[in-house]
């Protein structure tokens, strides 16, 4: 069974650039959600999508933002990228929004951005 | 605000010697704790996950326990491939349901 990809694994971008991060769940799981995870912080929840709706929003200011696709998929944009957007992205996945349940939410590998 | 406090930040054990992680939290009505370990580079695993106080789950060396306001993660016998960092987080039973971490105890077991 595929768990949780994300894509790319590792990205360098400049001050000011934008990015785009790609999550695809484990088939059959219909909400995506999207963590900041940095040394200082920790895991820091940025949204949840289910049925390509927005169904919650962390603190992040409005240069964070995503989408989710028919087929469950997820993309979240970081536009004029700043030094302290540098951080290591997760996406985690689960059959419906806030029932991460006896299985937990399942995590991909993430993705590690590096602003510079 | 619900919170999540994990105690120690770091733990050197030998192998084979038992010891416990603490995760202290406060949320108000909790859906679920759940423990997840990460190792580096790589996205937090599922462990367990604990709903009501006096709860407890096992797998392998490790056993979760739950209270009001504190779970235990206690490790016995602990061998080099548990290092890693492991990480508890909280849900709360309405409204916002997000996963709240702590920023996790990093376990590192010598031979």
């Known amino acids: 069974k595929a768990g949780v990809t994300q894509t790319p694994r590792y990205l360098i971008k400049t001050r000011g650039q934008q990015v785009t991060l790609s999550c695809s769940p484990i088939?059959?799981?219909?909400?995506v959600s999207w963590y900041q995870q940095t040394p200082g912080q920790g895991l820091q929840f940025l949204f949840e999508?289910?049925?390509?709706?927005?169904?919650n929003k962390g603190n992040f200011p409005g240069r964070f933002s995503g989408r989710q696709f028919s087929n469950s998929r997820s993309e979240m944009n970081v536009s004029t990228l700043e030094l302290g957007d540098s951080a290591l992205y997760l996406c985690?996945?689960?059959?419906?929004?806030?029932?991460?349940?006896?299985?937990?939410?399942?995590f991909g590998s993430g993705t590690r951005l590096t602003v510079v | 605000e619900d919170q999540v406090t994990q105690s120690p930040e770091a733990l050197r054990l030998q192998e084979g010697e038992s010891s416990s992680l603490n995760c202290s939290y406060t949320?108000?009505?909790?859906?679920?704790l759940f423990w997840y370990r990460q190792d580096p580079g790589k996205g937090p695993e599922f462990l367990f996950t604990?709903?009501?106080a006096g709860e407890e789950k096992e797998k392998e060396r490790l056993k979760a326990t739950l209270t009001k306001k504190e779970s235990f993660l206690h490790i016995t016998a602990p061998k080099p491939e548990d290092s890693a960092t492991y990480l508890c987080?909280?849900?709360?039973?309405?409204?916002?349901?997000?996963?709240?971490f702590g920023t996790g105890t990093r376990l590192l077991v010598s031979p």
């Open positions: 985690a996945s689960s059959k419906n929004p806030g029932t991460g349940g006896s299985y937990g939410y399942t």
């Open positions: 088939s059959g799981h219909r909400s």
């Open positions: 999508y289910f049925s390509e709706t927005q169904r």
């Open positions: 949320v108000s009505g909790l859906r679920g």
């Open positions: 604990l709903y009501s």
């Open positions: 987080a909280v849900q709360r039973n309405t409204g916002f349901q997000k996963l709240v």
